[in-house]
T-cell receptor, first 108, second 112 residues
Framework: AQRVTQPEKLLSVFKGAPVELKCNYS??????LFWYVQYSRQRLQLLLR??SRESIKGFTADLNKGETSFHLKKPFAQEEDSAMYYC??????????FGGGTRLMVKP | NAGVTQTPKFRVLKTGQSMTLLCAQD?????MYWYRQDPGMGLRLIHY???????AKGEVPDGYNVSRLKKQNFLLGLESAAPSQTSVYFC???????????FGEGSRLTVL
């Protein structure tokens, strides 16, 4: 069975500090991983996916198959990064499994 | 384009009442999903559909039913609401061939 774990429910940092939101997964096949974000009063939306290896809004995430992790990082947090972040795993079938979410608060 | 539209956005029910949530999409996507969002538990899949006329159970299907009579609509029904079904419900569609989901704004349901 596939599972996505986000160990931190809340992460609070000061503006300009580095940010790392942790995501670990368990899956027997070749995973496809995503980060979704939900800003206040906005819809849940895709932030980035591991396949594209892109940087969106300064965020990057690297898939580490050895550690089964897909942590989201940003070197300098901004106040507008405050949001709910979800890690998600696509099982190459029809279902996307989400982690429990991490609320990021960036303090001025 | 509206994308994914959910109705109603808010609803309060008494235990035992029934209701239906409607999800409508104008993106012509085959895949549609219903999730519930609860604090600390993230998004959990209730039911999903891979095309018109098809439905399948997700992770937490008990107490819910769904129908996909038309490609653009995916209905989620609660036959006899329970307080444990108090939650925010999200509908999503999936871009074909990818894992990218497009979400509705959510429907907040309270069962008293």
């Amino acid at each position: 069975a596939q599972r996505v774990t986000q160990p931190e429910k809340l992460l609070s940092v000061f503006k300009g500090a580095p940010v790392e939101l942790k995501c670990n997964y368990s899956y027997s096949g070749s995973p496809e991983l995503f980060w979704y974000v939900q800003y206040s009063r906005q819809r849940l939306q895709l932030l980035l996916r591991h396949i594209s290896r892109e940087s969106i809004k300064g965020f990057t995430a690297d898939l580490n198959k050895g550690e089964t992790s897909f942590h989201l990082k940003k070197p300098f947090a901004q106040e507008e990064d405050s949001a709910m972040y979800y890690c998600a795993l696509n099982n190459a079938g029809n279902m996307l499994t989400f982690g429990g979410g991490t609320r990021l608060m960036v303090k001025p | 384009n509206a994308g994914v539209t959910q109705t109603p956005k808010f609803r309060v029910l008494k235990t035992g009442q029934s209701m239906t949530l409607l999800c409508a999409q104008d993106m012509n996507h085959e895949y549609m999903y219903w999730y519930r969002q609860d604090p600390g538990m993230g998004l959990r899949l209730i039911h999903y559909s891979v095309g018109e006329g098809t439905t399948a159970k997700g992770e937490v299907p008990d107490g819910y039913n769904v129908s996909r009579l038309k490609k653009q609509n995916f209905l989620l029904g609660l036959e006899s609401a329970a307080p444990s079904q108090t939650s925010v419900y999200f509908c999503a569609t999936r871009r074909d061939g990818t894992g990218e989901l497009f979400f509705g704004e959510g429907s907040r349901l309270t069962v008293l």
